[in-house]
């Protein structure tokens, strides 16, 4: 008796990651070269491939287990049997009648849709105060509407693409004007992430179909309940999937109804060839959207020329692929037309450059992954990629080196699948270089319906009896009510779906100053006057709502701090603000562009703070937001700088060098006090810090900066001084930013008369390891 292929893959699978997992959780790839990029993954000296090679062994050694046992085994597994053959005919009249049960299946759908996706009030004001995320969807919107061919000719950085962070302040714009495009930018951002939900059932109706044509609609019933218990908890689709969630509904639209003509291509339908020529078009269109979701289709789009130059004849690959060509042709030629010839270059040279640096800039180590219903986040999405491997390959050997069935047909009926494993392969480079909650959502969709679909389609598709449609449905709904029944019962909850206008026309109502963090406003209000004149703005802080708030274009390319990731770039950026000049800048507040994944700015752009430090000062603090303004006139490092023994005037004291709590190898923490002289507001009191080699003729370079605002009681027992108990302060740095050797650091405090810092007193040496 042959043992059913799916029990045997699955118990083969978990038990291969019963053996690896304590392995490949202390997996630890060391790293190479990073372009003098300082993030987290960089002092964790962690090679962002050790999260693929993770996804790897999970994926290929149960596979390869797999095949290992098969040179082993005397009998076959048979390609089609997964589940033992259903038994019974009960069935619900209801199920038997099309035209009922399609309305009940799409109105479930429908009322779905707009339970989940209903706005709240409450969303669309985190979203406003959000300066950092929010921020790059609409900081740069006005600079395109004010010189549209020039932005692509300056090339600003983009990190996810024109669709996502430009498009949405372009359309707040128009239809909200300058009193409501706030709240229409969000309104943009929030119908992307629905539109997605809803082309990812009309993905669901293709691969209902796919599995049983006869029974569509049932089917359709099944893979719902699964989405909406799912839908949260494995995965997620957001407004940066929508158009590759477009591009993979057609292709899988196109792949299925090719399927119907294998054998008769005379009787093809003109119509399918508008699927290759929607293909072609979109891709100059997606790399204007969102970067790595064109990549990820661009490799989709290889796979299906391959696809069709198998499973085809060669006139209709010649024919499709002809129309896709000229399609993607004479679209980017409108594109270039449309916004200037430097548009699609300007969007390769990006997608080039975050290829090169986003693993080094953004990557997380992957959670430690545990086989159990908590993380189901982590592991489920991958183990179902590496059965459906499995079952693919079982099912290749059976069915092609057994029974001698032809490749190109065995290719065709698991086409689909195929498509949706691909897909889930290629998100699982965002989960895997961002390997956050938000991303590791990712794959799940592809994953789970990949799985689904090649079941279905071997089991419902392909079977000769009746099935029992009511018992398997049933099953189904309380297995999906276990595992998430509110969001399976909200397909019922139709008060709550005719809320939805109310709910939309509740928001769109609201002006930008309800959204909007009312002292960032309050702040843009007092800042305004010094502005004058300016012709740009930058902001250290990686915020792009102050570009909006401030209606001013950033004065460089790379308008997020940030996104000037490597030694290179930063020296680019330092040359557009030595160029542009902004007489105020955003210096620091507490936003999450301050310190991304416990790396402060400071260390991580360390060359740009060397230039605001030295040509720059402190200036205003605006409800947490410290502005900083240029100095008057030029001036060398040496000039600013005033030794100890050439003035008494400081008075503070620089106590000590410890390692820090969060990173003992590499951060150092500088700590001591300097009380401000007489007269000195208190967001002028600053410290810097200075390192240079010992015993070399090195210069001296700035290393950190800090406000003097820590309580220190001792000091002001000691100098019997009150204005003194706010002068303590600390600055971490970290050892990557210094040469090897021995290397001495001195603390430096501010003069606002004198707009110099003088020297604290005693310095520190500190030895720095060769190969940290």
């Known amino acids: ?89 009960w069935n619900l009249n209801i199920l038997e009648k099309p035209k009922i049960l399609s309305s009940f299946v799409l109105t479930g759908i429908l009322v779905w849709i707009l339970n989940i996706g209903r706005p709240t009030s409450e969303f669309f004001t985190a979203v406003a105060r959000d300066g950092f995320h929010f921020g790059e969807k609409i900081g740069v919107s006005e600079t395109f509407l004010q010189e549209p061919r020039a932005f692509f000719e300056r090339g600003y950085i983009l990190i996810h693409g024109f669709g996502q962070n430009v498009l949405p302040g372009i359309i707040g714009e128009f239809l909200g004007g300058s009193s409501k495009d706030i709240t229409f930018s969000i309104l943009v951002v929030y119908l992307q992430s629905l539109a997605s ?7 669901l109706v293709e691969i209902a179909a796919f599995i049983s044509e006869k029974h569509k609609w049932k089917v359709l019933l099944i893979l719902s309940l699964i989405y909406f218990a799912l839908h949260g908890i494995v995965f997620g689709l957001i407004d940066r999937d929508t158009f590759f969630i477009l591009q993979l509904f057609l292709a899988i639209r196109w792949v299925r109804l090719s399927l119907t003509s294998i054998e008769n291509e005379r009787n093809l339908s003109r119509s399918q060839f508008i699927y290759p020529a929607l293909l072609g078009a979109s891709i100059p269109i997606s790399f204007l959207y969102v970067y790595d979701r064109a990549i990820y289709f661009v490799l989709i789009f290889i796979y299906l020329f391959g696809y069709f130059l198998i499973t085809k004849s060669r006139a209709y690959f010649f024919k499709s692929s002809t129309i896709s060509i000229s399609a993607l042709g004479l679209t980017s030629i409108l594109l270039s037309l449309l916004f200037g010839f430097s548009t699609l270059p300007t969007s390769i040279a990006q997608v080039r450059y975050w290829m090169k640096v986003s693993g080094l800039f953004t990557s997380l180590p992957y959670p430690a992954i545990t086989v159990s219903i908590g993380s189901l986040i982590d592991w489920l999405p991958i183990l179902l990629q590496s059965v459906v491997m499995a079952i693919l390959w079982l099912k ?111 928001i769109i109502s609201q002006e930008n100053a309800k959204l909007l963090n009312p002292e960032y406003l309050d702040t843009a209000n007092q800042i305004q006057p010094e502005l004058k004149g300016q012709s740009c703005f930058y902001t250290l802080t990686s915020e792009g709502i102050w570009y909006r708030i401030l209606a001013t274009r950033p004065c460089s390319k790379y308008w997020y701090l940030i996104y000037s990731t490597s030694h290179e770039t930063q020296k680019d950026l330092v040359k557009d ?116 080699s010992v015993g070399k003729s090195g210069k001296l370079a700035l290393l950190g900066a800090a406000l003097a605002s820590i309580e220190r009681r ?24 210094l040469p090897p050797g021995d290397v001495k650091i001195r603390a430096w405090a501010y003069n606002s008369t004198e707009q110099k810092f003088y020297q604290l007193p005693r310095s520190h040496t500190l030895s720095v390891e060769e190969n940290l």
């Open 197 to 203: 939900i809803v082309i990812s059932f009309l993905i």
């Open 577 to 692: 603000l030595e160029e542009m000049k902004p007489r105020v800048i955003l210096y620091s507040n507490g936003s999450l562009g301050n310190q991304i994944d416990g790396i402060s700015k400071e260390t991580s752009h360390l060359l740009v703070h060397q230039y605001v430090w030295q040509n720059y000062r402190p200036y205003m603090l605006i409800h947490g937001n410290w502005f900083w303004v240029r100095r008057e006139s030029e001036v060398k490092l040496s000039d600013l700088l005033v030794p100890r023994s050439d003035s008494e005037q400081a008075v503070g004291h620089f106590d000590a060098l410890a390692p820090s709590s969060t990173n003992s190898k590499l951060n150092v923490v500088a700590s001591g006090w300097s009380v401000a002289p007489n007269g000195q507001v208190p967001n002028e009191n600053v410290v810097l810090l200075t390192f240079n």
């Open 396 to 506: 290749f050997r059976a069915e092609c080196f057994v029974s001698n069935k032809k490749f190109k047909t065995f290719l065709s009926e698991n086409s689909v699948p195929i498509l949706l494993l691909l897909s889930a392969a290629l998100f699982m480079r965002v989960a895997l270089g961002r390997s956050d909650g938000g991303h590791l959502i990712s794959p799940g969709f592809f994953a789970i319906f990949a799985f689904v679909a090649l079941i279905g389609y071997h089991t419902l598709g392909q079977t000769t009896s009746r099935i029992p449609w009511l018992q398997l449905l049933s099953i189904v709904f309380v297995a999906a009510s276990f595992i998430n029944m509110n969001s399976v019962f909200s397909a019922a909850n139709l008060q709550g779906a005719f809320d939805f206008p109310a709910a939309v026309h509740s």
């Open 1 to 89: 008796m042959s043992v059913p292929i799916l029990s045997y893959v699955v118990v083969v699978t978990l038990l291969c990651w019963w053996l690896i997992l304590p392995t490949v959780n202390s997996l630890n790839i060391p790293i190479g070269e990073t372009h003098g990029i300082i993030s987290y993954i960089v002092t964790l000296g962690r090679s962002p491939l050790t999260n693929i090679a993770i996804y790897l062994l999970l994926i290929l050694i149960p596979n390869l287990a797999i095949v290992i046992l098969e040179f082993f085994r005397s009998q076959v597994i048979e390609g089609n049997e997964f589940l033992e053959e259903a038994k019974g005919t």
């Open 714 to 737: 001792d000091v002001v027992a000691v100098l019997n001084r009150h204005d003194a108990l706010q002068s303590g302060w600390n600055i971490t740095f970290n050892k990557l930013n």
